[in-house]
């Protein structure tokens, strides 16, 4: 079992900046891809950024030239540093992670995790 436990959300005004942290624990082998998802009140779960394990990323167009993530490997976190926030960035924001975790006699077993979520308004 991986749990992902998300930190960093809160109140901010328009124009300001948040960072997000996620970290993973459990009995992880290795995380492939760490990412942000966001849900924003009557939307459907959107993809924010992703990170590769060798730090390749991709973002959603919404807030590319904005949003940064990044990751520590050593430490199975993963950032995500949000500048000039917009009110249409208000949403829970979601982490997730998929890779291998150890499982009965150093077996492997895939893994995908989403941690709890943590709120960010984003105020005018």
């Known amino acids: 079992q991986v749990q992902l436990v998300e930190s960093g959300g809160g109140l901010v005004q328009a124009g300001g900046s948040l960072r997000l942290s996620c970290a993973a624990s459990?009995?992880?082998?290795?995380?492939?891809?760490m990412g942000w998802y966001r849900q924003a009140p009557g939307k459907q779960r959107e993809l924010v950024a992703l990170i590769s394990h060798g730090g390749s990323t991709n973002y959603a167009d919404s807030v590319k030239g904005r949003f940064t993530i990044s990751r520590d490997n050593a430490k199975n976190t993963v950032y995500l540093q949000m500048n000039s926030l917009k009110q249409e960035d208000t949403a829970v924001y979601y982490c997730?992670?998929?890779?291998?975790?150890?499982?009965?006699?150093?077996?492997?077993?895939?893994?995908?995790?989403w941690g709890q979520g943590t709120q960010v308004t984003v105020s005018s």
């Open positions: 459990g009995n992880i082998f290795t995380i492939n891809r």
């Open positions: 997730n992670a998929d890779g291998s975790a150890l499982g009965v006699a150093g077996s492997l077993r895939d893994f995908r995790s």
